[in-house]
C-alpha cells in the first residue's frame, strides 16, 4: 500500500529521542530527530545556515567573553573581555591607535619638570611619590596641573588618545590647542579608573589641564599617549570569571558586578565612538547592613580625608571599598571659604525656644535652638548668617558679619524647623580666607558617610568623607555598608523603572529615583531607594534580574516578581511587594528578555523555561520551552543570547562548545530546537541590533596547526547564503575582490587547514562536491584566473533527519509495520542543484536529478525555485523508516515544504 504525504512546513524543530513515540501528537508530524546547522524559519522553510566571518584573534589567543554596548539600533559596540583587559569593536573593527611620536613629557609623575601647579584659597597641588595629588580645602579654592608638548608636522591631523589613571576620582580633565583650552576635548570628568580618550590636533602644540574642587584627595597616578595598536583597557576581571559577569546599561555607561559577588561593580563608559573608560562603581551613602561589631568608631577630619579608629579590633583588609555611616548626636560644621557663592555645610535646627518650662514650672535655659559660632582668619567682606525654611529650596540672609567673632545664634522661631549655614555672597567677597566653625548641640547631629581607602590596623582605616561627618568625636551609632571585598558584592544588576537595581546576599537594593549611585534612606517620599528581602522562604542567591512589565529576579529556589499594587502604577519604597511566581530556580545564567517576557535556564542548567505573563494566573508564571526536547541542554548551558531579526533566535552555548538554538514566537506557537556546530568549539555568543538581519558574533577555540586559536567570528545574514555574487557560506571565512588572480590570500589564521571557496558566482566544485584547498602561507591557489568576489573558509554539513514517519499509514500498527519510502519531491528555493541530497539513512543518499523541467542543468548551477516531479531515493524496508536531507557548504539550500510516497507492507 503506498500513500503520500506533504510536509507543508520544515521549521518543526528537533526533538528529544523520548518524543520519538508521540506520533499522535500533530507537531510531530514536522518535527525532525536531527536538525543540525540548519535555520527553521517562522513562516515554514529551513534552510542551510550562514557561515562565520573571520573578524579577529581574541587577545593573546586567550579566552574571552563579548557583552553588547546598545545605544541604539543604529548606535553599537562589541565589548572584547579578556584576562583583565578590554578592547571594544566598531562595526567589527578594534579600535586601534595610530603610531605618532607625540608623548606626554613626565607623565608618569616621576618628576614635576614641565608642570605647571596653580592653586589658590588654600588649594594644594603637589606631585610626589609617582603621583598628582589634587586638594580644594578651602571651599572657593582652586587647584589644577597643567603642561604643553609638542606635536610633529606627521601627526597633525592624526588621531591620538591621551590615557588617564585616576587612583582617587573625579578630576576634571580638557585637552586643547591653546593654554587652558578645551578645543580636542571639551573638560569632563574623570572618575577612578583607567581612561582612553581620543583627540586629533590640528597644530604644533597641545595642552593637558587636571584640576579639582574638593576636600578630599584627588590622585592621578598617570597620563600619556597611546602606543600604536588596538586600545585595552586594563580590568580587574580573571578569564575564568567572565561568564560569571551580569551587567545593564543606561545610555552610554554598562553597570557590571559578578554572580560570585567577588568583584566590586564596575562602570564601562563611552565618551565618544572612540573614547572609553573603565571606572569603579561606588556605593556612596548605602545600602547598610547595621552595626556589625559592639564597638565605637571614632572619625578625626569631618571632610576630606581622615582616619577611623576603632576601640576594639574590627578592621580587615576586605572592608577597603566599604562605605561606612556615622550618627553623631550634635552637628560641628567646619570650613575655610575663600570665594563668593561658598557656604559652610547645613545645620538643620529644630526644637523649641531658649527657655522652657519643665514639670515644676520654672523657667530654664535649656539652649534647645543655640548655634555657637567662631570666625577666624584673614580676609575682606561680609559673611552671611543665612536660614532656609523650605528644605533648602530658598535661603535668606538674618544678619552678617565683617570681622572674626565668637557668637551663639538662634535661628528661627520656636517649635519649627529650619536650616542654617554661612558663607559669602555672590557680591560679598573681596578677599582672603575666612575660616568659620558652627556647632549645634540642641537638637542637631545626623549621619555622615566614608569610604575606607586603606587599612592601617585591626583598629584603623583610612578614609575618604563621601558627605560630612556632623562630629570628629566618638560614634556609638554607626552602620557598616551592605557591600564589601569582606561581606561580598552585588551579584546581580537591573535598570528598571528609573532605578539602578543591585541582587545580592538574597536581598534586592534599588537606587533614588533617577540616582543610580545613591541609596540615601533619608530621601522622602516616593523617590526614596527601595529596599527589600527576596527570600519568600529558602534563603537563596539572586542570580539575575530583569525588567519586564514587572520586576523579575531569579534566584536558586525560585523566581519572585516584585511589583507595585498594579500595573499602572510604579514602585515606590511605600507600594513595593515580592511573591513567588515560579518556584523552578535558576541556574547561574543570565536570563535574556523578549519583549514582556523572560527566558532563563532552570537551576539544573539543562532545561529551559519561559517566564510570562498570563491572563489566567493575573501574573507571571513559568513553563518550560524544552519540554519536547528535554535532553537538548543536557551538556549544561554557559551562556544565553537573543537575536531578534530575522527571526526570534535564541542562542543557547553550552559546556561542550556547540550551541543548541530555539527559533521562538509564542503567537505561532514555534519553538523550533535545532543545533549549531562547526569546526571548533563555541565559547561565547553575542548579539547587536542593525536595520534589517541582527549581528550575531562569536568566540570559537579552533585548532589550527596543531595549537588552540581563539577567533571573534561574525555570523553572516539569511540572505548572503543564498547563492549569487556574495554567498557567505564557509566558517572563519575571509572575503576578497580578485582582479584575473588565481592567488587568494589573508588566510594565515587558517594555517595548514582545508579550505571551500566561492568564486565570482558560483562554487569552485571538484565534481559533484565542493572543491577542497589546503592554505599554505596564508594563501591558496585557485584552479584558474578569477574576477569577483572571493569567499574562502572551512567547510561544515548540515543534516536533517525527520522524526519517525508513522503518519504515512493509513492503517494498522504505524510504529511497527514495515514501510520504506519510495520518493520525495522537494519545492527548493535558491538551491544549488548539488546542495541538497536525500534518503532513508545518511550514509546512502542521493543528489537532485539534473533533469529539471525538461533541461539538463548544470551541476554547478543554483536554482532560483525547484518544484518538479518526485525523484527515488536510496533506502529498504525498515519499521523504522525516516526521510534524511544533508548538504554542505558553501554550497546553499532552502527548503520550503516536501512530499513523499511511502509504502507500507
Not at 567573553?65 to 584576562?83: H, K, Q
Not at 542654617?420 to 549645634?440: E, H, K, M, P, Q
Not at 539572586?542 to 534566584?555: E, F, S
Amino acid at each position: 500500500m503506498r500513500e503520500k504525504s506533504y510536509l507543508f512546513a520544515m521549521n518543526g524543530g528537533e526533538v528529544s529521542p523520548l518524543a520519538l513515540g508521540r506520533v499522535d501528537l500533530s507537531r510531530m508530524r514536522i518535527s525532525a530527530e536531527v536538525m543540525k546547522n540548519c535555520f527553521p524559519r517562522v513562516i515554514g522553510p529551513m534552510a542551510a545556515r550562514p557561515g562565520l566571518a573571520y573578524l579577529s584573534s581574541t587577545d593573546g589567543d586567550g579566552e574571552a567573553r563579548n557583552i553588547p554596548f546598545i545605544f541604539s539600533a543604529t548606535d553599537t559596540a562589541l565589548v572584547e573581555l579578556s584576562d583583565r583587559k578590554l578592547r571594544v569593536r566598531v562595526g567589527g573593527d578594534l579600535i586601534s591607535r595610530a603610531a605618532v611620536s607625540t608623548v606626554v613629557t613626565n607623565g608618569d609623575f616621576g618628576a614635576p619638570t614641565g608642570w605647571t601647579l596653580t592653586t589658590t584659597g588654600g588649594g594644594v597641588s603637589t606631585i610626589s611619590g609617582g603621583v598628582l595629588t589634587l586638594q580644594t580645602p578651602d571651599r572657593g579654592g582652586t587647584t589644577l596641573a597643567k603642561r604643553s608638548d609638542t606635536v610633529a608636522g606627521g601627526d597633525q591631523n592624526v588621531e591620538h588618545a591621551i590615557e588617564v589613571t585616576v587612583e582617587r576620582g573625579p578630576v576634571k580633565f580638557r585637552c586643547g590647542s591653546s593654554d587652558g583650552g578645551d578645543e580636542y576635548i571639551t573638560e569632563t570628568e574623570l572618575k577612578t579608573g583607567f581612561h582612553s580618550i581620543a583627540f586629533t590636533p590640528v597644530s604644533g602644540t597641545y595642552y593637558i589641564q587636571l584640576s579639582a574642587e574638593n576636600e578630599a584627595n584627588r590622585i592621578v597616578s598617570d597620563v600619556s599617549i597611546a602606543t600604536s595598536g588596538v586600545m585595552e583597557l586594563a580590568t580587574s576581571w580573571a578569564a575564568a570569571d567572565l561568564f560569571k559577569l551580569r551587567y545593564s546599561q543606561s545610555g552610554d555607561v554598562i553597570f557590571v558586578t559578578s554572580s560570585d559577588q567577588t568583584y566590586q561593580p564596575m562602570r564601562i563608559e563611552r565618551r565618544a565612538e572612540t573614547s572609553w573608560s573603565f571606572t569603579d562603581y561606588e556605593f556612596v551613602d548605602g545600602p547598610f547592613r547595621g552595626k556589625t561589631a559592639d564597638l565605637t568608631l571614632t572619625p578625626d577630619a569631618r571632610t576630606g580625608n581622615g582616619t577611623l579608629t576603632a576601640s576594639a579590633p574590627f578592621f580587615k583588609s576586605g572592608h577597603v571599598g566599604s562605605v561606612f555611616r556615622i550618627t553623631h548626636q550634635q552637628t560641628i560644621v567646619g570650613a575655610s571659604l575663600s570665594g563668593p557663592d561658598r557656604y559652610t555645610d547645613t545645620i538643620r535646627v529644630s526644637g523649641n525656644s531658649r527657655y522652657d518650662i519643665d514639670s515644676d514650672g520654672a523657667n530654664e535655659n535649656t539652649n534647645e535652638r543655640d548655634v555657637v559660632i567662631s570666625i577666624t582668619g584673614t580676609w575682606v567682606g561680609r559673611i552671611g548668617l543665612q536660614i532656609s525654611e523650605d528644605d533648602g529650596e530658598t535661603w535668606r540672609r538674618v544678619e552678617f558679619y565683617t570681622t572674626n567673632q565668637s557668637i551663639t545664634r538662634t535661628p528661627g522661631s520656636a517649635n519649627t524647623v529650619v536650616l542654617c549655614r554661612l558663607g559669602f555672597n555672590s557680591d560679598d567677597y573681596t578677599s582672603g580666607t575666612a575660616v568659620i566653625t558652627a556647632t549645634y548641640s540642641g537638637g542637631g547631629g545626623g549621619d555622615g558617610y566614608v569610604l575606607i581607602t586603606g587599612i592601617n590596623s585591626t583598629t584603623s582605616a583610612d578614609y575618604e568623607v563621601m558627605s560630612r561627618i556632623h562630629a570628629d568625636e566618638v560614634a556609638n551609632d554607626w552602620s557598616e555598608g551592605q557591600f564589601s571585598t569582606l561581606r561580598g558584592w552585588p551579584s546581580a544588576v537591573a535598570l528598571f523603572e528609573g532605578r539602578l537595581w543591585w541582587g545580592g546576599a538574597d536581598k534586592l537594593f534599588g537606587s533614588v529615583s533617577d540616582g543610580f549611585d545613591s541609596f540615601d534612606l533619608e530621601e522622602a517620599g516616593d523617590s526614596g531607594p527601595v529596599i527589600r528581602s527576596v527570600a519568600t522562604g529558602a534563603v537563596n542567591a539572586v542570580n539575575w534580574i530583569l525588567g519586564l512589565a514587572r520586576l523579575c529576579i531569579g534566584t536558586s529556589g525560585a523566581e519572585p516578581v516584585g511589583r507595585s499594587s498594579s500595573f499602572d502604577e510604579p514602585m515606590t519604597p511605600s507600594n513595593f511587594s515580592i511573591k513567588d511566581a515560579s518556584t523552578q530556580g535558576s541556574a547561574d545564567v543570565q536570563a535574556i528578555k523578549i519583549d514582556r517576557s523572560a527566558v532563563f535556564v532552570q537551576r539544573s542548567g539543562k532545561r529551559a523555561y519561559d517566564l510570562s505573563y498570563t491572563i489566567d494566573a493575573q501574573d507571571y508564571s513559568s513553563s518550560e520551552i524544552s519540554r519536547f526536547h528535554p535532553t537538548v541542554l543536557s551538556a549544561g548551558v554557559k551562556l544565553l543570547a537573543v537575536q531578534r531579526q530575522p527571526d526570534t533566535r535564541i542562542w543557547f552555548v553550552l559546556n561542550d562548545g556547540t550551541c543548541a538554538m530555539l527559533t521562538y514566537e509564542r503567537s505561532e506557537d514555534v519553538l523550533s530546537w535545532f543545533t549549531f556546530q562547526t569546526d571548533g568549539l563555541i565559547e561565547d555568543v553575542a548579539v547587536l541590533p542593525n536595520v534589517e538581519d541582527d549581528d550575531v558574533f562569536m568566540v570559537v577555540a579552533r585548532t589550527v596547526d596543531g595549537k588552540t586559536r581563539r577567533y571573534v567570528e561574525r555570523l553572516a545574514y539569511d540572505t548572503q547564503a543564498q547563492g549569487g555574487n556574495h554567498n557567505n557560506m564557509a566558517d572563519s571565512y575571509v572575503t576578497q575582490t580578485l582582479v584575473a588572480s588565481d592567488t587568494v590570500t589573508g588566510l594565515s589564521h587558517l594555517e595548514g587547514a582545508q579550505v571551500v571557496v566561492w568564486a565570482a558566482g558560483q562554487a569552485v566544485m571538484n565534481g559533484d562536491e565542493p572543491a577542497i584547498f589546503t592554505v599554505s602561507s596564508g594563501q591558496i591557489m585557485l584552479p584558474e584566473p578569477v574576477s569577483g568576489t572571493v569567499v574562502a573558509g572551512l567547510s561544515y554539513d548540515w543534516q536533517w533527519r525527520s522524526a519517525k514517519l508513522a503518519y504515512g499509514v493509513r492503517d494498522g500498527a504505524p510504529l511497527s509495520r514495515r514501510k520504506t519510502l519510495r520518493d520525495v519531491a522537494p519545492i527548493l528555493y535558491k538551491t544549488h542543484i548539488r546542495g541538497i541530497r536525500a534518503g532513508q539513512t545518511f550514509d546512502a543518499m542521493d543528489y537532485l536529478p539534473l533533469s529539471f523541467l525538461g533541461e539538463t542543468l548544470d551541476a554547478n548551477s543554483v536554482l532560483e525555485t525547484y518544484d518538479a516531479q518526485s525523484y527515488c531515493i536510496p533506502g529498504t524496508w525498515d519499521t523504522d523508516t525516516r526521510l534524511c536531507l544533508a548538504g554542505q557548504a558553501p554550497l546553499p539550500c532552502t527548503v520550503l515544504s516536501l512530499s513523499l510516497t511511502m509504502e507500507a507492507n
